[in-house]
């Protein structure tokens, strides 16, 4: 054991204490940061640690009780979770501590920060098999664990759900296009101006569940997470009483247009794309890829949906160039255009760089789907088979895949989706042989280097 420090202190009671002060007090007059001894890890069975209880998949919060991540304090004694909260973000929020911008013992004010629209509990949200990627209880915090927050523990929301208006320059050309009307209630006026309901969502991971989608043990899974994250989490070794784990990665954002009730509702029809991040197109509309365009396509159609009486969701995963990220991305496009960018090559230019070709894996990808409550997806706005695959062997049924319109696919973006059709994604049109993939090219860079020479 490297640390057998006595635990001296213990958690606040619940709920019989006092409420901790809610204003950090400022970084001069602050207890000193940390501990005189570092704790490096914990074990179970060593003196003071009680994890608060946690059972996943218990029928309701209160018996499935709080994700109990923080360190702060004595609570790194009653942790019941492993990493930190913020996902990606998880870092900055170290980096203000250390800065002395944040108090490390700081405790959220969350008046007037509950959800804009109550979901209805739904049976999955009880299910240990049908979310093992996020806490179901994650946007009703406040609201489940009131005493607990009052008593000072420090248990933070791991969704939101707020609700904007939008405005896409797609959506505003439909409607002067005819392809979409105003009805002033979710499509608002001819500028394209949209009423939107959001729902954010940060990940937490229940091990045993996340290791069975992957199809491996959890040991492995533990292990692979703590060497290939540089020896980060060793919780994730010493503490296999632990399952959860809050892990640095990017969340997803759920768009809902017309009333969110719907969305559950099996008598409607629901329009729904899955959108992976690539923030080249999706914001900065390069064209060399159908991101942005299939995006708007969705957008239109649930608008669409919508306005028909059923329902329309747009779910936006962090998962930058199929969780490669951007370096890797690049490194991709460069290879590709000096390489000779044609479809038949597109897969393993990626693969020579990244090793595989793609690292979404979207067996986590449906839990959302399932808190949501949708049993069965009409209209899917996307023709990836591996998301495809994943949504329905979650047990939620496929009704009709829609495939990106041909008029909407930029030229230099023919190579990406043709390789990606050969490959096995859906599509109503022609099926291209391996010949012809050859032959479908993207654009080079000739003008270019007579631009820089
Ligand atoms: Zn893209």
Redesign the pocket.
Known sequence: MTNTEPITTTMPAMPTQQPSPTTPTSPATSTPKFSKHIILTTYPGQSGIEPVPLEWGAPDAKSRGPVVVSRSGNLVKRRNAIGAHGGSYSIYNALAIAAGDLDANFRPDFRNSEPTFNFPSQKAWADKTKIVSMDPYGHDIVNQFKEELEAGWDIRPTMAVTRANMKLAEIADDVKNGLLEVDGSILVDSSGEVRVTKVAAEPVWYLPGVAERFGVDEGTLRRTLFEHTGGSYPELITRPDLKIFLPPIGGLTVYIFGPPERIADENVKLALRIHDE?N???VFQ?D?????PYLAFGIREAIREAQNGGSGVVIYFRKE?RALGEVIKYLVYNARKRGGDTADKYFTRTENIAGVRDMRFQALMPDILHWLGIKKIDRMLSMSNMKYDAIVNSGIEIIERIPIPEEMIPSD?RV?IDAKINSGYFTTGKQISATELAQVQGRGWEKWEDIAH
């Open positions: 690539c080249g197109s999706d390069s060399i890829c159908t991101c942005r160039g973006s990406e």
